[in-house]
């Protein structure tokens, strides 16, 4: 059934429309209409109930463990930075700064961030940081939320530590010092185009959780405690990339487990909560014995989480139609260089949501295609990797957790988000694209 793929990428397209559709005017909640969509989608793709129901369970389990836990950490870290007075004493400190700005700040962390192993909980362990960033303007905070956030995604498919690049250059036994040669000034130039883009668009909606009440302004300290839950748990996350190297520095055995253990939700929870705990232990104390203000932390989380969740439903599905894989397929066919390993990227990460299953995807698709596309020698199997790395970041939507969770968090409405977030990595796509065009052209025969 040639056409079987087809039809179901433009049965995702339909569901992608609809879900934006019904969900822009607030009057149906994401996660219900994400619930539908997504059970519409799996029979009307051919899977039988009890396949949809063990599928979409799946997804969502896995994505309210994943980015779930650390989901929960940043709402309670918000929070007590919130009743602390923290947040105030952050933003105070950011706004007196004439340079760098807080839409530099949010870039620069985007670019850091994203070498954590997963965006998703890259983004939500940096939430706590967004109101200080915006001063608690919604003009600013929304810029500086939407800067992060594809800060992270380019970071996270082009540079050389992030789980993305790892990937597909270690498939495609590509030279590591010139993947990260190539992708390293990319990498620059996209992020510093997300931030462009996000003062670009016209600003609309609200950024970040509302403020709780309960602020009592204490001391100076306060703000850089806030700053370290949110960076020593990053860091783990990020230290948690280098155990996706399948050889050096860790290669295999224990060493490597646990260096993957420290990088997992439960422990970026524990670190996360207990820096802010410690940090406020008096006022933690109290906090916590209260269980209205811990019922208000929790209800605050509890829509961003189950959408995320239901995000993980849907891209669960999708990766079940194979239709990403059997579209990329028929690329390998296409004669257009460095323009094959993008777009068959591109086009599974568009049809299935998940970067990382995109690029080791596409990274085996390529692997007996590079000498028929003259990208078989060192510079063509690294500028291949980066180009599998830009088509892996390309047009996060709906079927990607990491676009609900940036809409959910910064209580954007879906087209907004649209615009914002999918508009946005498909142009940084495409701009990564047309840089490893020009450079394919200096480097061809080396």
Known sequence: MSGMPLFQALLLLASAVILIAVTQSRRLHPLLAIIVVATAFGLAAGFSTAFVGKTFGTGFSQAMVGPGLVIVA??????????????????????????????????????????????????????????????????????????????????HGLLLLAPVPIAAASILDASWGRVALFGVPIALVVVAVGAAWARWLPVAGTASLPPLPDAEPRGGGIAAVLVLAAIVPLAMLMVQSLGDIPSEPLGGGTRREMVLAFGRPLFLFLVALGIMVVGHLKLSWKLFADAGWTQRVLGQVAGVLLVVAAAGGLQKLCQETGMAELLGERLLAWHAGLLVPFLIAAVIKTLQGSSLVAAITAAGMMQSALLPLGLDNDSGKALATLAIGAGAMTFSHVNDEYFWLVTASTGLRPVRAAAALAGGTLLQGVLAATALLILSVWFSGN
Request: net charge positive; charged share 10%.
């Open 74 to 155: 940043a709402g309670f870290v918000a929070a007590l930075a919130e009743s602390s007075g923290a947040s105030e004493r952050l933003a105070t400190a950011i706004g007196r700064w004439r340079f760098p700005g807080s839409t530099t700040i949010a870039a620069l962390l985007g670019l850091i961030a994203g070498i954590g192993a997963s965006p998703a909980a890259a983004f939500a362990l940096l939430t706590p940081l967004l109101r200080p960033l915006g001063g608690g303007a919604a003009r600013q905070g929304e810029r500086a939320a939407t800067t992060l956030a594809l800060g992270i995604s380019a970071s």
